[in-house]
Structure formats: structure tokens, C-alpha cells
């Protein structure tokens, strides 16, 4: 069955440091990958996506995601975080297979000024 | 971006009772919408897959009876839980995608308690 996987459930920073959020998927076959975010009390909004071309894809808000396919990996970064990053993070995978958006289990980022 | 709407954005209702809930997509036709139920602290879990004009594809485990969807138009979806109970007390958010395997577009969700 498919399946995407975050590895980290609570993430907590101080502002300035460095974040990676790890997502990994099951899948076989051609997929899109997207990076979701939810903040406090709002729905849920896209910070970037891969679809195909450059595996580093950059987002909104200095958000960054390599895929590497050979791990099935589409990791999250940010060189330095602050306090307005604070929200769950969401990974998700769409297969091309089952046109099915299947999200992670979501990380919780808290960063402290 | 797209725009998805839904309505109402928090619910009460009685245990027994039946409660729908819209998904419209405001400024684009949305062939495909997908509804989602996510429990606190944890991820959303895709319940169905609604097509416009076609019965909806339930995920395993999903009640299809207790959990109708209808998408009776490129723009509005509706998801009705029926005979509520509290056990359905939930946070319910749909989505929809354009043509083709692009990003979806997420409402802002619907708190549903069952009392």
C-alpha cells in the first residue's frame, strides 16, 4: 500500500537555526511531491512542489526540498527559521498511478525567539 | 491561487442527526474533489474521492452510507455524515485539484462535534 512517512512528529528550534524535515514515500511509478503548511487556526496552504525537472525545488518563505528518487526521499529545508514558522508540516505525495493525495503524518515545528 | 470554499466552518449537532457540509471551488471547475477527516495532532486521512457526476471512490474502512458524498457540479461538492454520532466529531477539510496531476487546493476545513 502506499504510504509517505515524517520522520520527525515535534521539531523544536530556537530562531536563526537551521531546520530539515524528512519525508519519505512507497510508491512506485511517477509521482508529484508537495510540501504543506498549516498555521495556527488556518487551513492548510502549499509551500513548494515537484513535479518533475530540478530535483531542488525552492517554496514560498525561504522553504527549499530536494528529491532524491533513488531514496525516495523529499526532505524539507530552511537555512534559518523564525518565530513565524511555527505551524505542522505537512508532506504529501500524489501518484499518477491512483491520482490519490496521500499526506504524511505531519510535523510539528515550535521555534522560540 | 485557486480558491476553495467550505462551508459551514464549524458545526453542533445532536447525536442521531445528519449534517452536510459544502466543498466549492470559487473560481475554477474542479473535476475531481477529495474529502478528508484529520484528528487531532495527527494527519489528514483521506476518506473519499469524489467525481463530478460519478459515485465517489471510498478508502478502506470508510463508511460509504454513513459518509455520503454528492458532486453534482464542476464547482460544489457535499459530504453529509449521517445518524452523527460522537465518535464522528471530527475536523473534516476538502480539497480540490484542476485538470490533470496538479497541486490541490484545500478548503479551510469544518469542525464537526457530535453532542
Known amino acids: 500500500a502506499q504510504s509517505v512517512s515524517q520522520h520527525n512528529h515535534h521539531v523544536i528550534l530556537s530562531e536563526a537555526a537551521s531546520l530539515e524535515l524528512g519525508c519519505n514515500y512507497s510508491y512506485g511509478g511517477t509521482v508529484n511531491l508537495f510540501w504543506y503548511v498549516q498555521y495556527p487556526g488556518q487551513h492548510l496552504q502549499l509551500l513548494l512542489k515537484y513535479f518533475s525537472g530540478d530535483p531542488l525545488v525552492k517554496g514560498i518563505k525561504g522553504f527549499e526540498a530536494e528529491f532524491i528518487k533513488s531514496k525516495f526521499s523529499f526532505n524539507l529545508r530552511k537555512p534559518s527559521v523564525q518565530w513565524s514558522d511555527t505551524a505542522e508540516y505537512f508532506c504529501a505525495v500524489l501518484s499518477y498511478n491512483t491520482d490519490k493525495l496521500i499526506f504524511g503524518t505531519g510535523t510539528r515545528l515550535q521555534v522560540f525567539p | 491561487g485557486a480558491v476553495v470554499s467550505q462551508h459551514p466552518s464549524w458545526v453542533i449537532c445532536k447525536s442521531g442527526t445528519s449534517v452536510k457540509i459544502e466543498c466549492r471551488s470559487l473560481?475554477?471547475?474542479?473535476?475531481?474533489m477529495f474529502w478528508y477527516r484529520q484528528f487531532p495532532k495527527q494527519s489528514l486521512m483521506l476518506m473519499a474521492t469524489s467525481n463530478e457526476g460519478s459515485k465517489a471512490t471510498y478508502e478502506q474502512g470508510v463508511e460509504k452510507d454513513k459518509f455520503l458524498i454528492n458532486h453534482a457540479s464542476l464547482t460544489l461538492s457535499t459530504l453529509t455524515v449521517t445518524s452523527a454520532h460522537p465518535e464522528d466529531s471530527s475536523f473534516y477539510i476538502c480539497?480540490?485539484?484542476?485538470?490533470?496531476?496538479?497541486?490541490?487546493?484545500f478548503g479551510q476545513g469544518t469542525r464537526l462535534t457530535v453532542v
Open positions: 480539497s480540490a485539484s484542476l485538470e490533470g496531476n496538479t497541486e490541490a487546493f
Open positions: 473560481d475554477f471547475q474542479a473535476t475531481t
